[in-house]
């Protein structure tokens, strides 16, 4: 494959760059309003098949209405004419089946102060409760003093929110990775590539991406991650790509050898590295949350793309520019490059790996050391869900939440739904179920069972405390343990909190295991060794621990909220961890591809041990710190979002590869190497004869050499 791909490029380079320009303009056409497409529903952090969302579906389909309120107008009581206009509003529409509330209606619609009152409006099954939220929020809008929340428009404003963040992390990122590249290559054709591949890689993933929503509903939250991830990959492909071709134009001159070389050495390298970070992806596709394998399609699809157009693209540039590469760079920047690729083993990351190998094993202690003292705090991790309190302070949604909290008794709470499957004829019975439900430690109160018709019957719990405390979390196990007359589900936004945590921990060990599985299967065919994948495993598990616990550092105890202008929820979204595992563990194991080939090719070139590491090293160290601080800024670039789970996700990752391409890559990498010597690469006989048959050999230049003699 690799070998066509070079004959590709080197044979008809124009045309490949001729169909490129075709497909992107193509691709920007049909993915460019792939937003607008993509689900925006506010059940992509719940799972739909879990009891909670059975509850509320056989609750909405005996009652021909919602379970629970969908929008809130918060008005002033003595605005009689916005009591007025709103009340006629929402009674008169057709889409609403209910309407609940207002100063007359009993002390709970009116805050402590009797100043302000709600009305909640119930939707009828059936409707587009998107589209019906929009233009509620729109014509509420448009009465002076009233405010409008509640879940529909909190999700709403969620949605905006991701858009508007997506628009602003990308009018920052791209000059700032460019100024980098520049640093990086120091000539601003060669600089100017990785951003190419970066544009391309994202539309060709968003056209991807629309086709398959045409089969699986996909988060809107997913686009953030194909742009983030995207550029980030994208760029580090190219960074691999454009200065081993740099190498080998030093090494054999330009034309068709160099680019023969660059890809049979690198490409082959960017091709298994990108299944790496698809395998990450596809361990996402286990949970049954629409956020999470929404987020592992993006992967999957942004890491295959990323490898695509790096392979194809860049080798047809390669071929027309050549020696070009190196255009547009000042004299000193030649200069300083050219005798930084000879004097390879007088560089700065040699000289590093040479004293972290002198001191192997107070190094790795001290490694270690220090990232088990970063991941400390997530220990002490707590967990939550995504309601108003997710978006900035001033937000219209969470304004409204804020109030309801704090001035109505009540109303912090959304109620526990409970759905109870008996005849209409057993009311006495429902009615002490209902007593002893009130009876329950968290219980506020209880409304008086509904019959809905179709054998249902609806009760509603409210709790002391809010939706998402500990308390009512665990009033929803006590429902569910306590005796009915009937079968019983439990719903409402905190069995929904609940059931979340329940699916993710239930999924977890198959997704680590597939996880596991693909990483030390591609790290043993590239290296035919059993002990690099382990140490790798290890490697990457110490960085994911690091990350988690700075974000709980920051994020969960509130620290830096004035900087990163965010207000703390006390604890991390559910999701969260388990996503930023899967793409950090991805990420991870990428570096480790890219560091352990260049090792693995100076050995098979007759290096030492130590010297192999040494010289691996030094040609990786630099491109591999520059490519972990421009992935860094592309995803890096959320912690500008106003949401903060999409903040947590940006800082998250970014902080998980720079500790990676520092700590792990600068300290742990040669110490464990040296201290291990021969037997890093040691497999029983039977995995030894299996990967000789099937292993992935790099073909360094020595090797390349060979096969042309």
């Known amino acids: 494959m690799f070998s066509a791909l070079g004959r590709l490029a080197n044979t008809h380079p124009r045309r490949v760059l001729g169909v490129t320009v075709l497909f992107f303009v193509i691709a920007g056409v049909l993915g460019g309003p792939v937003a607008g497409l993509l689900n925006s529903d506010n059940d992509s952090f719940s ?27 918060l008005v002033d009581v003595d605005d009689k004419m916005a009591l007025k206009e709103t009340s006629a509003m929402l009674r008169d529409d057709a889409s609403v089946a209910q309407v609940v509330g207002g100063p007359d209606k009993g002390p709970q619609f ?55 963040d997506l628009v602003t992390a990308e009018l920052i990122a791209f000059p700032l990775l460019f100024l980098v590249s520049l640093w990086v290559f120091r000539s601003a054709v060669a600089a100017l590539l990785p951003l190419l591949v970066g544009g391309l890689t994202i539309v060709t993933s968003l056209l991807i991406v629309r086709g398959i929503n045409e089969f699986v509903d996909i988060s809107i939250f997913a686009l953030n991650l194909i742009t983030g991830l995207g550029l980030g990959l994208a760029i580090d492909y190219s960074l691999f790509l454009v200065s081993r071709y740099r190498e080998e134009l030093e090494r054999v001159g330009p034309g068709a050898e160099a680019v023969r070389r660059t890809v049979a050495t690198a490409g082959r390298t960017v091709a298994f590295s990108a299944v ?63 005798a930084e690729s000879r004097a390879e083993v007088q560089g700065f990351w040699y000289r590093v ?27 002490g991790v707590k967990f939550t869900g995504v309601d108003a309190t997710v978006l900035p302070d001033g937000s219209p949604s969470k304004t409204v939440d804020t109030v309801l909290r704090q001035d109505f008794v009540g109303a912090e709470s959304s109620p526990v ?49 809010t939706t998402l405390d500990d308390k009512t979390l665990d009033l929803v196990g006590d429902i569910r343990d306590t005796k009915a007359p009937g079968d019983v589900l439990v719903g409402g936004a905190s069995a929904e909190q609940v059931d979340q945590v329940k699916s993710i921990a239930a999924n977890i060990p198959l997704a680590l295991g597939i996880l596991a599985v693909l990483t030390f299967i591609t790290l043993f065919l590239m290296t035919g060794s059993v002990i690099l ?11 994911i621990s690091a990350t988690f616990g700075v974000l709980v550092l920051i994020f969960q105890d509130g620290r830096f909220e004035g900087f990163l202008d965010y207000t703390s929820q006390g604890a991390l979204e559910s999701s969260q961890p388990v996503f930023l595992f899967a793409v950090v563990f991805g990420l991870s194991t990428d570096y480790a591809v890219f560091l352990l080939t260049r090792i693995k090719e100076a050995r098979d070139a007759g290096a030492g041990e130590r010297e192999s590491v040494a010289l691996g090293l030094q040609r990786t160290g630099r491109i591999v710190t520059a490519a972990a601080l421009l992935f860094a800024i592309a995803l890096g670039a959320f912690a500008t979002s106003q949401i903060i789970f999409i903040k947590e996700l940006g800082i998250g ?53 060979r096969v042309d003699a």
């Open 276 to 338: 790496t970070v698809a395998g990450a992806g596809l361990a996402l596709l286990v949970f049954p949350l629409r956020f999470l394998y929404s987020m592992g399609i993006g992967v999957t699809v942004v890491a295959l793309a990323a490898a695509a157009v790096s392979l194809i693209v860049l080798p047809a540039l390669f071929a027309v520019l050549q020696h070009r590469v190196n255009a547009l760079a000042p004299r000193r920047w030649r200069e300083a490059q050219v």
């Open 533 to 543: 994948p382990i140490k790798a495993l290890l490697m990457n598990v110490l960085t």
């Open 653 to 705: 990752t970014a902080l998980a590869v720079l500790i990676d391409a520092t700590i792990v890559r600068a300290m742990l990498v040669p110490s464990l190497m040296a201290l291990l010597g021969r037997r890093n690469w040691w497999a029983p006989p039977f995995l030894r004869r299996l990967h000789d048959r099937i292993g992935i050999r790099e073909g360094g230049p020595a090797e390349l050499d």
């Open 47 to 73: 799972d739909t098949g879990a009891a909670s969302a059975q509850a509320i579906n056989q609750i909405e389909k005996a009652a021909g209405q919602d379970a629970a309120p969908s929008l809130i107008a």
């Open 417 to 465: 739904i409970v759905a109870v499957t008996a005849p209409e004829s057993e009311q006495s019975e429902l009615e002490a179920y209902a007593s002893t439900l009130g009876s329950l430690d968290g219980v506020a109160q209880v409304a008086p069972p509904r019959f809905l018709g179709d054998d249902t019957w609806q009760l509603d719990v409210i709790p002391e405390g």
């Open 353 to 379: 790996s040479k004293f972290v190998m002198r001191f192997p094993v107070g190094t790795a202690i001290a490694g270690a050391a220090i990232l088990l003292a970063l991941g400390t705090p997530f220990l």
């Open 110 to 164: 009116l805050s402590k102060d009797g100043t302000k009152t709600y009305y909640a409006a119930i939707y009828r099954s059936g409707v587009d409760a998107d589209k019906t939220t929009e233009r509620l929020r729109d014509e509420l809008g448009r009465i002076k003093g009233v405010r409008v929340g509640g879940f529909g428009p909190a999700y709403q404003e969620v949605n905006e929110h991701v858009e508007d």
